[in-house]
């Protein structure tokens, strides 16, 4: 009988998931701990399809076959869609907790427990919400819908009693499982506290939504474990949960923001100009021409890419420069704040793919030391994350977040499109510095003719 | 409270414990295969939407588990996948890509 063994499997499984992570911790041993992850869910499917309980393959063969059909372009989708991919498969994972949820229900009922039905009501609530939480996340990354907050008045208010009345649904559920009727209203309005509950927050906070979304589709799993009463599915949704908590946590500290103030903020409106401070400032602005004869006499840069670099596609374009300097042996470094992009490590990956060696990607603890070394800082569609006023100007939205001590740079290079503010709505002093030379344009236009300047030079 | 229950609830406090120290130790560099693979790891509710499926008990029951499989499948095959592609674009400075 091949039963017995079927638990056997899926111990072996979640054993694999904790390597998986494991491994995941040093770049050596990662694609490994890809591999581990590979084999324990196979391991998990193959026990599940051993089950008794199973009479017919039919539809599971059409999911697997439809499922794999859908799954493979999304993983060739290009890596500046990363955050918008991932935004996504969060909601297919968060749907299919929630679709178990609703079927166990139905089957269930009247005869389930109270606990069970509890756990059941967490996972169809997370599951829902995260499911329609993670397609909004999805349009505003894709900018299908807008990435600015959207607020009305008495916002929050709304937010809390929809998802009280959610809860007290869920509990009345918990208690009396045979009320049938509620069961549709209940999952009804985890599915609206899912949109509502983005609809305030600008794509700036995506990073932090995404970890925490990530996390709820891990709790979400993690419950259908206990509906189950199969461990295998509560370890792997609490490594999943405690995953993306850290995620978000982490996310948090690199703003100086709370969970309440990201979730419930709606940061980054557009700040309405202050009456008064109208006074004339000036910016000096520079052509490729000029920025690529000081980068040529440069002995260190460093590079502070940001959202604009991955929205201009400058990354393969960034690479040639890397290359030119390097060869010309001016060192060059890259400073990644947390929050740079729209999830967490986006930077990372855009310049591994365009070939930039990991080793040169510097963590803002690490970088900060050697900006007063750096002859310069060349900040290629990065904002916020570069305003001194976080550090000294209490009453700045940003007050208080660390940031890139870029402003201690020799000479600071800002390649942007035009004087506009960033995400968080406030003009950023940085380019008003007078070590602060502005090149206007398209990141990747500019980019690029700083190459083929330095190119150029080099032949003479 | 049942044995059961409480075996699982043991279960799964100490499973949140070991992936918070866990993922401490994971280099912010690889955040975001990171997440994409605790996303494929998700996907393990693969493990009820198959039981709901097979199992054929109500009609109902069978199409919300053939939905949830193919849901789930699509994270795990996308998932694995993208991380894995993700992970062979970092190397070491002087090192080709393996």
């Known amino acids: 009988m091949i039963e017995p063994v079927i638990p056997l499997l899926y111990l072996a499984a979640a054993a694999s998931f904790v390597l998986a992570l494991k491994w995941l911790s040093s770049v050596t041993t990662a694609r490994r701990g890809v591999v581990i992850g590979v084999l324990g869910m196979a391991l998990a499917v193959c026990g599940t399809l051993l089950k008794p309980e199973i009479v017919s393959y039919r539809w599971i063969a059409v999911a697997f076959v439809l499922g794999s059909v859908i799954g493979v372009p999304m ?6 869609a990363v955050p918008q991919r991932t935004a996504l498969s969060h909601a297919f994972g968060a749907l299919a907790a929630a679709l178990v949820g609703t079927a166990e229900y139905y089957l269930q009922t009247p005869h389930i427990d109270r606990f069970t039905m509890s756990a059941l009501a967490l996972e169809v609530l997370l599951g829902f919400l995260t499911f329609t939480a993670s397609l909004m996340a999805f349009g505003k990354l894709q900018e299908i819908l807008p990435t600015r907050p959207i607020t009305y008045r008495n916002q929050n208010v709304v937010n809390v009693a929809l998802l009280g009345v959610a809860v007290a649904a869920g509990v009345y559920l918990a208690v009396r499982p045979e009320t049938a009727w509620l069961f ?4 009804a309005l985890a599915l609206v506290f899912g949109v509502l509950l983005i609809i305030p927050i600008g794509g700036a906070d995506m990073p932090t939504v995404i970890s925490l979304l990530n996390s709820y589709a891990g709790l979400s799993a993690a419950a259908m474990g206990f509906v189950l009463n199969n461990k295998l599915l509560i370890i792997a949704g ?25 979730l419930f903020g709606a940061f980054g409106q557009v700040q309405p ?14 052509s490729a021409e000029d920025a690529a004869d000081i980068l040529r006499a440069a002995n260190l840069v460093i590079v502070v890419p940001g959202y604009g670099m991955a929205v201009a596609q400058a990354q393969h374009k960034v690479r040639e420069l890397y290359d030119i300097l390097t060869k010309a042996r001016v060192e060059v470094k890259f400073a990644i704040h947390p929050v740079a992009g729209r999830m ?50 209490r009453d700045s939205p940003i007050y ?14 800002v390649i942007k499109r035009s004087m506009n503010p960033g995400f968080a709505g406030i003009e950023n002093e940085l380019y008003y510095m007078d070590r602060t030379l502005m090149v206007f344009g398209d990141a990747k236009a500019v980019v690029g003719s700083i190459v083929k300047e330095l190119a150029g030079g080099a032949m003479h | 409270m049942s044995q059961d229950l409480e075996l699982s609830l043991y279960v799964f406090v100490l499973a949140t414990f070991l992936g918070f120290e866990l993922i401490r130790r994971v280099s912010p560099l690889l955040h975001t295969p990171l997440m994409s693979l605790t ?56 090192k080709e890509r393996s």
Request: charged letters at 15%.
């Open chain 1, 273 to 286: 100009a202050v009456a008064g401070g109208a006074e004339e400032k000036t910016v000096r602005s520079a």
């Open chain 1, 184 to 187: 549709p209203i209940f999952a």
């Open chain 1, 238 to 262: 609490a490594l999943d949960g405690s995953s993306g908590l850290i995620l978000s946590v982490i996310m948090c500290r690199a703003m100086n923001r709370s969970f309440t103030n990201v």
């Open chain 1, 75 to 80: 993983a060739m989708m290009p890596m500046t």
């Open chain 1, 344 to 393: 967490p490590g986006h930077m990372n990956v855009l310049l591994a793919e365009a070939d930039i060696p990991y080793d040169k990607l510097m963590e803002m603890e690490m970088v900060n030391s050697e900006f007063p070394q750096a002859d310069v800082a060349l900040v290629i569609g990065a904002n916020d994350v570069t305003n001194p006023a976080a550090r000294h100007d």
């Open chain 1, 400 to 413: 208080g977040m660390p940031i890139l001590d870029v402003d201690k740079a020799r000479t600071i290079m």
């Open chain 2, 39 to 94: 996303n494929a790891i998700s996907a393990i509710a693969v493990v009820g939407s198959i039981l709901v499926a097979g199992e054929q008990k109500s009609v109902l029951s069978t199409v919300l588990g053939t939905l949830a499989v193919t849901c789930s499948m699509i994270n795990i095959v996308g998932g694995y996948l993208i991380t894995y592609r993700m992970l062979r674009m970092f190397r070491k400075s002087g």
